[in-house]
């Protein structure tokens, strides 16, 4: 199984910034890809970012040039550098990592516990 562990969040004004950590233990495998969503309030989670094993990355339109994500492979851990946040970047944002399962024969995605981030106008 897969444990992950965020920290980071916070409460920032707008314009500020914010580093969030996810660190990734137990079965993980050396091909993966890790990623955080956004949970904000009164709507559906989205992705914010991804990254593989192998460095390649993607974002939602509403964050690129303003939020980073990279990881250590060596750690197993994400990061998410959020900079000029906005309050619409409001919510809970989880972490997940998704990785082929050998003893299911599937692709499977564990999730974090989450971290509020709260930004004021």
């Known amino acids: 199984q897969v444990q992950l562990v965020e920290s980071g969040g916070g409460l920032v004004q707008a314009g500020g910034s914010l580093r969030l950590s996810c660190a990734a233990s137990g079965s993980i495998f050396s091909i993966n890809i890790m990623g955080w969503y956004l949970q904000a309030p009164g709507k559906p989670q989205e992705l914010v970012a991804t990254?593989?094993?192998?460095?390649?990355?993607n974002y939602a339109g509403s964050v690129k040039g303003r939020f980073t994500i990279s990881r250590d492979n060596a750690k197993n851990t994400v990061f998410l550098q959020m900079n000029s946040l906005k309050p619409e970047d409001t919510g809970v944002y989880y972490c997940?990592?998704?990785?082929?399962?050998?003893?299911?024969?599937?692709?499977?995605?564990?999730w974090g516990q989450g971290t509020q981030v709260t930004v004021s106008s």
């Open positions: 997940a990592v998704d990785q082929f399962e050998p003893s299911r024969r599937r692709v499977e995605r564990t």
């Open positions: 990254i593989t094993s192998g460095g390649i990355t």
